[in-house]
């Protein structure tokens, strides 16, 4: 666990390490929390105070594309600055360096949805005093659970598979460009209407223990495949 966490930690320093990188990184992710977390709560505010399906479409959307994105420069981003072959020489684990990694990614997007989902009160809390509508909202049980609960099983899910895809990349456009067609198709149905999400225990419990398992069952398959590389580049 110790060299996971110093995996993770050299990571989001890299992230943040130069002044302009760490500015344009800082800008992004604070426009993703405004997006998320202001605009779209703000004038789509009767929808989500009803807590409907289309609030469950926005967060699954937002683990679901920025855990793909970013999981895809993962490995595919070491290959291309031609550092993964010294990356391996390290002493550390191979399952210390994908779950560093890993856990990295899901630092930064889990922090962007608990921002997002914090603003998003306060948000349309403005909405319904401006209103004056009066009483303070707060989300359900069951949706606030889905909406830090669910979307945390769907990012570790999301990671996963990005991983996977980064390590047979030849690219990280390569690898973005796959993750986003991915995760297109899986929000299809969601916005086909062809599924659809209720904001209940008994929907959002199964639903999160389902994606728990299948993120297990990816990620063990990714690591199989982060150690093969990994000893096909030592034998090299």
Request: proline content about 4%; overall charge positive; hydrophobic content about 60%.
């Amino acid at each position: 666990m110790r060299d996971v966490l110093l995996v993770c930690r050299k990571e989001l320093a890299e992230v943040f390490s130069s002044h302009a990188g760490r500015r344009a990184h800082l800008l992004t992710m604070a426009g993703q929390v405004g997006v998320f977390g202001i605009l779209i709560p703000y004038f789509m505010a009767p929808l989500w105070l009803n807590e409907t399906p289309a609030l469950s479409f926005i967060f699954l959307l937002l683990p679901l594309a920025l855990s793909s994105s970013q999981s895809a420069m993962v490995f595919a981003g070491e290959r291309e600055r031609g550092t993964l072959e010294a990356l391996l020489a390290t002493p550390l684990s191979v399952p210390a360096l994908f779950f560093g990694k890993a856990l990295a990614v899901l630092v930064q997007v889990y922090g962007i949805i608990v921002c997002s989902t914090a603003l998003s009160v306060a948000t349309l809390n403005l909405w319904v005093r401006v209103h004056g509508l009066g009483g303070t909202f707060m989300y359900s049980g069951p949706a606030l659970f889905a909406l830090l609960g669910l979307s945390l099983a769907l990012a570790a899910l999301a990671t996963s598979a990005g991983v996977i895809i980064s390590l047979r990349a030849s690219s990280v456009r390569t690898a973005q460009m796959t993750t986003t067609l991915l995760s297109v198709f899986c929000l299809l149905p969601l916005m086909a209407g062809w599924v659809t999400i209720r904001f209940a225990w008994n929907v959002v419990l199964p639903a999160t223990l389902a994606l728990l398992a299948a993120a297990a069952a990816v990620t063990g398959l990714a690591l199989v495949r982060f150690a093969r590389a990994a000893s096909i580049s030592v034998q090299r």
